[in-house]
């Protein structure tokens, strides 16, 4: 198991912390294995996506967004269905903590340009278990011709970058996830990362099914 900054052992007993990741349900939302809000619940994880415009500082652009938080058992399937409707060739970025040794430290990112889109969702589906449940694993999808992206972070949070959302948003409504431009991610708050050490062997798996170096 992994901690953030902000929960950490030692400030609480383990035991405390143990009880606390064994309950992945709040309401009707259900979190993975990768994830847990704060012992003291900053966030209260429920489903939903909002629409922000994301800014630019260096290019000065302005590119819209969406954020969302879904619940886990449609959340692999939700984003496989975004990631269809992308172009028919697309790049996808790799991110992983493995080698981090504290919070802070950068992440390592592994590249594959020019995938075929049915053979990149083909390898996803192969590695879905560590997609879905690893808290050191993030992914991005990128269509270069459209331009837009499609990112699954280490928060099992998606987040959409596109200058039209209209077929995104479409997804989402097929799903059931409303609109909620006052919705807070797990990632806003403090909140705990887990991991297993078998799943460092996963990602090196996944990036090398992917050739991505």
Do not use: N
Not at 113 to 138: A, K, M, N, T, W
Not at 149 to 164: G, L, P, T
Not at 175 to 184: A, S
Request: glycine share 6%; charged share 30%.
């Amino acid at each position: 198991m992994k901690w953030t900054s902000g929960d950490r052992p030692g400030l609480r007993p383990v035991r405390e912390y143990r009880d606390h990741f064994e309950v992945d349900q709040y309401g009707d939302f259900r979190l993975t294995g990768a994830i847990r809000p704060s012992l003291d619940l900053q966030v209260v994880p429920r489903q939903g996506y909002r629409i922000e415009i994301y800014r630019d500082q260096e290019s000065r652009t302005e590119i819209p967004m969406i954020a969302v938080a879904a619940s886990e058992e449609i959340l692999y399937d939700l984003f496989t269905d975004l990631v269809a409707t992308m172009g028919d060739i697309l790049d996808v970025v790799i991110e992983t903590h493995h080698e981090r040794r504290r919070p802070g430290d950068a992440s390592r990112d592994f590249l594959r340009e020019h995938i075929d889109r049915p053979v990149l969702q083909s390898y996803l589906e192969d590695f879905r278990d560590v997609l879905l449940d690893d808290g050191c694993l993030g992914l991005a999808v990128i269509d270069p011709a459209g331009p837009s992206e499609v990112q699954f972070d280490d928060h099992k949070v998606i987040v959409i970058y596109a200058r039209h959302l209209d077929a995104f948003i479409e997804v989402l409504d097929q799903y059931g996830i409303h609109r909620d431009d006052k919705l807070r991610l797990i990632s806003e708050g403090e909140h705990l990362h887990s991991t297993r050490p078998t799943y460092t062997e996963r990602v090196d798996a996944l990036r090398i099914s992917l050739g991505a170096e």
